[in-house]
């Protein structure tokens, strides 16, 4: 299948999928915690798994504009399958990026061929909030790979995955930051899910702990060079993945106006044979406010979209921002979408009740609104970030 970045078809396909295939399970996957193994098999037949793998190894080669369309439009009908796609795009960014490209070639024309789905496995409960410092240590094995032994959280698709991106402190670390990158295949012995997903939002995605028990990895899945995994979980991964959770944050907050506007629209006083919309100018205003607030975070996504693209001096700050911002805009038009909707939001008659309980998962993902805040008032105060 062959895209150019500027082909619409990324975010056309991405809206097909969301119509006919996500809309019409997430609201029976969220009530289950189900994983949307539909989801998957639609976003690799219309390529998008292979989305950011390069067009040498048969994928789109897509930068970051793209994904950020389809993560929204995917968001717009199911935000844990959009997280999903996020994750995975992720992790394929990180395989691409070995030291040894020919010995992940394989692995990247299965994506690109929509026959292999992974995602990262950084966070663990010792760092908690700062995934980028994990806790385990990998164990050299005399120049045949390392063993690793991890806790990690919050790994998305897990159990689900062919393959898991997993951080972990290089055998000769000396500090916290001295990691480095594997790739782990989801048959490695030893790899295992440690524990059912049960979160408020987000209850579609799988988000379950995994454990690692002295996994061997060898040599030729090492991802990055040895000590290089904070650099690259930083400057590879974060930028993408703070641009990729404010877009499924976009996308929760514009299914949320749609969604109210539906209800104003519809819903009546019978008595006086008039809509709510037509009737109450209070409701009128909060759904401007929610509009007001989607627009502004449209424009920070894409700004900070466009200095992905073309890095200057203000990048890193617009990257801190955009999901700091995302995770407040998402909270504030949902919350406001629940009581302009009234009854109808609170007794699920939309799905505003759904997108108000996905939205509150930005704020306390890695790296949560308040280390974000904290990173950004270092920036702006010239405070080293580390």
Request: proline share 5%; net charge negative.
């Amino acid at each position: 299948m062959t895209f150019t970045d500027s082909d619409p078809s990324y975010a056309t396909r991405a809206r097909e999928i969301a119509r006919t295939v996500l809309a019409i399970g997430a609201a029976d996957n969220d009530r289950a915690g189900r994983f949307s193994t539909e989801a998957v098999r639609a976003l690799g037949g219309e390529g998008l798994l292979g989305l950011l793998v390069p067009a040498a190894h048969g994928g789109a080669g897509a930068g970051p504009r793209p994904f950020v369309d389809v993560t929204a439009a995917l968001a717009e009908a199911d935000p844990s399958a959009a997280l999903v796609f996020v994750m995975h795009s992720l992790g394929t960014t990180v395989i691409a990026a070995a030291p040894d490209p020919a010995q992940v070639v394989p692995l990247l024309r299965d994506i690109a061929a929509g026959s292999h789905l992974t995602t990262l496995a950084f966070s663990e409960a010792g760092s908690r909030s700062h995934f980028w410092a994990p806790v385990s240590k990998a164990e050299s094995l005399n120049g045949s790979g390392v063993s690793i032994t991890a806790r990690k959280s919050w790994v998305t698709s897990a159990g689900f995955a062919n393959s898991y991106v997993v951080s972990s402190l290089s055998p000769n670390a000396q500090g916290p930051t001295d990691s480095t990158l594997y790739l782990v295949p989801a048959d490695s012995p030893g790899l295992s899910v440690a524990g059912a997903w049960d979160g408020m939002g987000l209850r579609a995605n799988a988000s379950s702990p995994m454990l690692l028990d002295g996994c061997v990895v060898p040599g030729h899945l090492r991802l990055t060079a040895e000590g290089a995994g904070f650099s690259a979980m930083l400057q590879t991964v974060l930028p993408l993945f703070n641009v990729g959770t404010a877009a499924v944050a976009l996308g929760i907050c514009r299914a949320t106006v749609a969604a109210t506007v539906t209800h104003l629209k519809t819903a009546r006083f019978e008595h006086l044979g008039t809509t709510l919309g037509e009737a109450l100018p209070n409701l009128r205003a909060q759904l401007a406010t929610m509009q007001i607030k989607t627009d502004q975070l449209a424009t920070l996504i894409d700004d900070t979209t466009a200095r992905l693209e073309r890095p200057d001096g203000l990048t890193m700050l617009r990257v801190l921002e955009v999901k700091a911002a995302a995770g407040d805009a998402a909270i504030e038009v949902t919350s406001l979408g629940m009581r302009t909707c009234g009854g109808a939001a609170f007794s699920r008659h939309t799905a505003i009740e759904r997108y108000f309980r996905d939205a509150h998962a930005g704020a306390v993902m890695a790296p949560t609104s308040d280390v974000l805040r904290d990173f950004i008032g270092k920036s702006l105060l010239d405070i080293p970030l580390f």
